[in-house]
């Protein structure tokens, strides 16, 4: 009997796939962990047999030479890959037995020139479902711009997946399931639907990369307009990707390691540590390590860490809620951060009954703030463009400083200058606030809440239109 299992991490708003008959197992686009994978098979009684890619992913890290080590597994990469490790470079049409059933790998480039979709076939040959990777989205397709290279533009690739899509998945019948790669809220496209999967029949009707009366030039024109530029680990996960990396259990045994108050210290003295506070952004707000980082766990954790620390080699001491040190590790490891050295020992109290010293962030309710706030009063927005676009405070010293792009559009402000800031509810706001610190602006206040607190107070005039001429550049 076939089995079909869709394994959904919201965090990177990734999917991967568990696929089985008669004992036997394939995983599409594994995450960089291969414990849940083989445990997963192990307890169903089957055996990996397949581990299958749809590309070199740019958002994550994945798992696949550990895995295939773990369990004899083929690595799989459909044509134009060229990866530094053992693995079966498929060709178009090629079929991949699985039990009594078959995967059947469709070359399907323009996301990338590897990208390849696989299609299920079932006991009697019928056509099930297609995991399209970042080929096709549910409302949506892969952005083009992130396998350009001096020969290829992102309009020659917008090209290429016209033509896989319209000639090798559009074909297909439409009850057929397409399974992809990434939903809402990944960076892989532009407008992905929170559904995580779909008939093909009506994608052809919702999604308009698949209009049936498309022509090429209206798709590469739709496809390669207002694509935000990539975060910078993306490049760098691709690369990890093609290569062999250090072994996950190794990360996780070095990230686990308790550090005491003093060697947290010596740490940040001798090796430069980052501290990482990973705790909630109140708790964050009344205590913290000076200099740390604030990226909490219950946010979007991993793509925001791989977007603001530059360095996948920055050694990392983690500052994290009793229990969760692990998460935070696995987490980090996901996109390509795998120098944690390890966690402080019973967390920030550790830290204080040291005889260290703490700093906090002041903080103003959105009710003061709308009430204290003065014409000439500096207010920093630091959502993405698009957020702005749909609604912002009306105030003559609005700065808009996305987030995204902090590290290097800080300078804009002035260390001299009073700031308060702001983003949508109160989680990035404390990001940036600790980024800024970092950078030696002291002068700040955080608003908690955020726009919404503020909007939903109502004494403060806020509107909707288009960004304002103090607007960065940041178009995410």
């Given amino acids: 009997m076939m089995y079909v299992e869709q394994l959904y991490t919201g965090c990177l708003a990734e999917a991967a796939y568990y696929i089985e008959s008669n004992g036997e197992a394939a995983i599409i686009d594994p995450l960089r962990e291969p414990t849940p994978y083989v445990e997963m098979a192990k307890k169903r009684n089957a055996k990996i047999k397949y581990v299958f890619l749809t590309h070199f992913h740019a958002d994550f890290v994945s798992g696949h030479v550990d895995l295939a080590k773990a369990t004899g597994a083929t690595i799989v990469f459909g044509p134009n890959a060229h990866p530094s490790f053992d693995f079966h470079s498929g060709k178009d049409g090629e079929l991949f037995p ?122 590469i024109t739709e496809v390669t307009t207002g694509l935000s530029s990539p975060p910078q680990y993306f490049p760098k996960n691709v690369a990890m990707n093609q290569g062999i990396n250090k072994h996950y259990e190794e990360i996780l045994e070095h990230g686990l390691t308790a550090l005491k108050a003093k060697e947290v210290e010596f740490l940040m003295q001798d090796q430069k540590a980052l501290i990482l506070d990973v705790r909630s952004p109140q708790e964050f707000a009344a205590a913290h390590i000076p200099n740390a980082i604030f990226i909490g766990l219950d946010g979007g954790f991993a793509p925001w860490v791989g977007t603001l620390i530059e360095d996948l080699k920055q050694p990392i001491i983690i500052v994290a809620p009793k229990g969760r040190e692990e998460e935070a590790v696995t987490r980090l ?107 030696g602006f002291k002068n700040l206040i955080n608003v908690e809440g955020g726009f919404s607190g503020i909007k939903n107070y109502g004494k403060l005039p806020c509107v909707e239109q288009s960004c304002s001429s103090t607007a960065s550049s940041c178009s995410s």
């Fill in 98 to 219: 699985i039990g009594n059933i078959n995967l059947k790998l469709l070359h399907t480039p323009g996301h990338t020139m590897e990208s390849s979709t696989y299609l299920l076939l079932d006991e009697e040959g019928k056509e099930k479902a297609i995991f399209t990777g970042d080929t096709l989205f549910i409302g949506d397709v892969g952005r083009p711009d992130l396998a350009v290279k001096s020969d290829l533009t992102e309009k020659d690739l917008a090209g290429h997946l016209f033509d896989s899509l319209r000639n090798k998945i559009m074909p297909l019948p439409d009850e057929i399931i397409v399974y992809p790669a990434h939903g809402a809220g990944s960076a892989c496209g532009k407008n992905m639907s929170s559904e995580t999967f779909d008939t093909l029949g009506n994608q052809k009707i919702e999604n308009y990369a698949l209009r049936a009366n498309m022509t090429k030039e209206e798709f």
């Fill in 333 to 439: 490891a996901r996109v390509g951060y795998d120098h944690c050295l390890g966690y402080l020992e019973g967390g920030l109290d550790t830290w204080k009954n040291a005889g260290y010293a703490v700093e906090a962030i002041e903080t103003i309710s959105p009710e003061a703030f709308s009430e204290k706030l003065q014409a000439n009063d500096a207010v920093v927005d630091v959502r993405r463009i698009g957020e702005v676009n749909a609604g912002k405070l009306v105030h003559n010293n609005l700065i808009h400083l996305c987030l995204d792009d902090i590290n290097h559009n800080y300078t804009q402000l002035s260390k001299d200058t009073p700031y308060y800031v702001h983003c949508a509810g109160g989680y990035r706001s404390i990001i940036a606030l600790s980024i800024l610190r970092q950078k």
